[in-house]
């Protein structure tokens, strides 16, 4: 589900930011590319493929650019690479928190984790330290579904 170009020229507005294509067409990458955490290079392909004359360093400098105005978030997976991922768009004043997320330590796939759990918990620091919480990011390890039911199927042929 993409954003409308008009959606983003007004948020790159909104952030002082010059409207330029290469802005809107990594916007727009990300947007379509939800599902994926997408690393610098796998963005410089996908604009490529409208932009050609793009090159790899417009891209890590407006990655970065729209980092710093927070239209963009980081995900470290550990995994060595920095990847990015559109961000959670403001809502009046308020930040919305990001999805976390579910690491398969088997196959490696990332899913997103949307429903956010952890209200209660910022509101008991709060009152405890005075700390206020303005973001997290959660991240769970373990097995996808895929490979729970590849592992359970081998072992049953095991017992058998």
Do not use: W
């Not at 010059?18 to 392909?45: F, P």
């Not at 710093?68 to 978030?73: A, F, N, P, T």
């Amino acid at each position: 589900m993409s954003i409308s170009q008009e959606k983003f020229k007004e948020l790159l507005k909104e952030k002082g930011l010059k409207v330029t294509n290469q802005r809107l067409l990594v916007l727009e990458v990300l947007a379509d590319h939800r599902d994926r955490h997408m690393t610098a290079e796998d963005i410089y392909e996908l604009v490529k493929e409208d932009y050609p004359e793009i090159g790899l360093a417009t891209i890590y400098r407006t990655v970065q650019l729209l980092l710093e105005m927070q239209l963009v978030d980081r995900i470290n997976l550990d995994d060595g690479c920095v990847r990015y991922e559109i961000g959670e768009f403001f809502d009046g004043e308020e930040r919305h928190h990001h999805h976390h997320h579910l690491i398969c330590k088997t196959c490696g796939k990332v899913l997103p984790f949307k429903d956010d759990l952890l209200d209660e918990l910022e509101r008991h620091i709060e009152d405890a330290t005075g700390f206020h919480v303005l973001d997290h990011e959660l991240k769970f390890y373990g097995q996808c579904k895929e490979c729970l039911e590849r592992q359970n199927s081998t072992e049953k042929h095991v017992e058998v």
